[in-house]
């Protein structure tokens, strides 16, 4: 069983930056792949990236070269830096892990998530 708490969300301008926090409890952290999620009001949620054990990450095409996640497995962490915050990226962000190694862009890929933090970009 993995518990995961996600920190750091709140409102910010266009063009800025938030870093977003999500820890875990639980055993063998360093053996999940850590994924970012996100869900807009009346939209599903969708990928935004992730990171696998051996630390390869991915990245949807509208986060790409603005958004970086990054692991502590000594703290049981993951995080989401999000430069050039646009409004479009207002959502609640929700961490997940899951044991796939592969396609880890696919929702159906992680067995725990946490319970969202939200990200409000005014324009």
């Known amino acids: 069983q993995v518990q995961l708490v996600e920190s750091g969300g709140g409102l910010v301008q266009a063009g800025g930056s938030l870093r977003l926090s999500c820890a875990a409890s639980g055993r063998s952290f360093s053996n999940y792949a850590m994924g970012w999620f996100r869900q807009a009001p009346g939209k599903e949620r969708e990928f935004a990236a992730a990171?696998?054990?051996?630390?390869?990450?991915y990245y949807s095409d509208s986060v790409k070269g603005r958004f970086t996640i990054s692991r502590d497995n000594t703290k049981s962490t993951v995080y989401l830096q999000m430069n050039s915050l646009k409004p479009e990226d207002t959502a609640v962000y929700y961490c997940?892990?899951?044991?796939?190694?592969?396609?880890?862009?696919?929702?159906?890929?992680?067995?725990?998530w946490g319970q969202g933090t939200q990200v409000t970009v005014s324009s």
């Open positions: 990171i696998n054990w051996s630390r390869n990450t």
């Open positions: 997940a892990a899951g044991r796939s190694y592969y396609d880890i862009h696919i929702i159906g890929q992680y067995d725990y």
